[in-house]
Nanobody, 126 residues
Framework: QVQLVESGGGLVQPGGSLRLSCLASGSIVSIGDMGWYRQAPGKERDLVAT???????NYADSVKDRFTISRDNAKNTVYLQMNSLKPEDTAVYYC????????????????????WGQGTQVTVSS
């Protein structure tokens, strides 16, 4: 079973920066596409950014040119660098892995799909 744990959230003033990290743990052989999503109070969860295993990225229009997603496959970690933060960025940020290949033992493996972390709070306020 794959576990994702986000960290790096907190309180920051408008115009400030923050870097989120997501560490995947378990008997992981490889992880496919990963992404960051966010959910503000009373709203649905929205996509922020995605990154393929090869490093191709995609961003929501609202964060393009301000946020940067990256990953370190050797460490099973994905990052989100957030610059020029706005109050509208306030939300709980969630990490996602669309597919992970997991070692079960004795040479047996299986795929796990749609893995999610517990979320980390980001608050942008003066």
């Amino acid at each position: 079973q794959v576990q994702l744990v986000e960290s790096g959230g907190g309180l920051v003033q408008p115009g400030g920066s923050l870097r989120l990290s997501c560490l995947a743990s378990g008997s992981i052989v490889s992880i496919g596409d990963m992404g960051w999503y966010r959910q503000a109070p009373g709203k649905e969860r929205d996509l922020v950014a995605t990154i393929t295993r090869g490093g191709d990225t995609n961003y929501a229009d609202s964060v393009k040119d301000r946020f940067t997603i990256s990953r370190d496959n050797a460490k099973n970690t994905v990052y989100l660098q957030m610059n020029s933060l706005k109050p509208e960025d306030t939300a709980v940020y969630y990490c996602n892995a669309d597919r992970a290949l997991v070692e079960l033992g004795l040479g047996s493996r299986r795929y796990e799909n749609d893995c999610w972390g517990q979320g980390t709070q980001v608050t942008v306020s003066s």
